[in-house]
């Protein structure tokens, strides 16, 4: 998940090709205590963000159509990953996964909903990012509680989740900072006090540093009003479009995010969030070779640029 790491020091988890010619940027492994780590994510959203009728976990490729109702290849066609067959061919009918929550609207297409509904999904997602900085990968796991029912709850809960997600990444010891993810003037307080005073944000997100220079959203609250409802079929039940909103985590940043806050090993990770991510209890050093945690040396640290 590092996008270039020092190949003779991967760390913990993940890894990458050695070798530059065989290494594609923003393309990573996770290893055994990565996975851990995203198990424990998990958990500790599924318990966040109750509520959810039902969870699914999503493939790598969607039908080219529903990516197309969604309106994404229009929106970011320079982002978009499409799948070929042979050259004769020419592209198939899938495209890679943009995001999580497309997965789901197909399932509720033409209904009438009763009352609200909320779905989680994860996906492996692809986006064509040009850039090789920390945590900008170009396939990532992105996990997305999907809320559906009238405009003011879902406005509402949009509001909640945004307020869970900031609470839940914080009981990890991240501190994250809220932006809209539009307002050219990140960074001025009075600027993005204005800015999350202004109902009509659609998209917040949650920023955090991933490395000594780097700050990427780890996640992000989106109010998508109509669009989807509209695009999809889904109906109020007096006959009007559903409202949606999501609350999306990028979870490879996320344990970025974590791993530049408290350090490269799990074992140095505080025992509270450590117990959260359910990794037990925190390892006995054997020996006298006990490092300080990178976390400790962190502590009060303001690296950060804009992206
Ligand atoms: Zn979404």
Known sequence: MIVAPDPARPGEGLSMAADPALR?????????????????????????FGGSEDHFLAPPVIARAVSERAGYPNAFPHLLGTVHGTEDD?????????AACHHVYPLLAGTVLGGERQFGVEAVCFRAEATAETGRLRSFRMYEVVRFGAPEEVQRWRDRALESAVEWVGGLGLTVEVVAANDPFFGRPGRLLAAVQRSEELKWELLAPV??????????????????????GLALADGSPAHSACVAFGLD???????????????????HVRQALALG???????????????AQRAGEKGRTSR
Do not use: C, M, Y
């Open 24 to 48: 594609a940027p923003g393309v990573a492994l996770v290893g055994a205590e990565g996975t851990r780590v995203l198990d424990g994510l998990r958990a500790g959203l599924a318990a966040a």
């Open 211 to 232: 490395d000594d220079r780097q700050v990427q959203a780890i996640a992000s609250a989106n109010g998508h009003k109509d669009h989807f409802g509209a695009a999809f």
């Open 253 to 271: 940043r996320v344990v970025l995010a974590l791993r530049h806050r408290h350090g490269e090993r799990t074992g140095d990770w505080p025992a």
């Open 281 to 295: 209890p925190r390892p006995e050093r054997t020996g006298g070779a006990a490092s300080t945690s990178r976390g």
């Open 90 to 98: 020419g592209p198939t009918d899938l495209v890679l996964t943009s």
